[in-house]
Nanobody
Framework: EVQLVESGGGLVQAGGSLRLSCVTS????????IGWYRQAPGKEREGVSC????????YYADSVKGRFTFSSDNAKNTVYLQMNSLRPEDTAVYYC???????????????????WGKGTLVTVSS
């Protein structure tokens, strides 16, 4: 059974940092693209970052470039999103998602991602 479980969300002041984790099971990170997506209240879901295992491409939303960093520990089946210099507009539920090999074909919407976690809430206060 495929599972993705996010953690690490919380309340932080603007300018602060958080690190999100996504523990995966039921598949290998060597075979799946993994992405972070977020949805703010009243807004559509948007891609934050995604790593395409199949071609080695890394994607970041323009709004997070230079502030957020995607990383993974394949031995632990875990991916991370380090978020620095957080802004109130980063407030959202953050989800990790997986798709076989590539995520570029549905970046940044994530419409074709096969598996999703339940999300973790990040709230940035001003």
């Amino acid at each position: 059974e495929v599972q993705l479980v996010e953690s690490g969300g919380g309340l932080v002041q603007a300018g602060g940092s958080l690190r999100l984790s996504c523990v995966t099971s039921g598949f290998s990170l060597d075979d799946y693209a993994i992405g972070w997506y977020r949805q703010a209240p009243g807004k559509e879901r948007e891609g934050v970052s995604c790593f395409s295992t199949g071609d080695g491409n890394m994607y970041y939303a323009d709004s997070v470039k230079g502030r957020f960093t995607f990383s993974s520990d394949n031995a632990k089946n875990t991916v991370y999103l380090q978020m620095n210099s957080l802004r109130p507009e980063d407030t959202a539920v953050y989800y990790c998602a997986a798709e076989s090999l590539f995520c570029g074909d549905n970046w940044p919407t994530g419409f074709a991602m096969d598996y999703w976690g339940k999300g973790t809430l990040v709230t940035v206060s001003s």
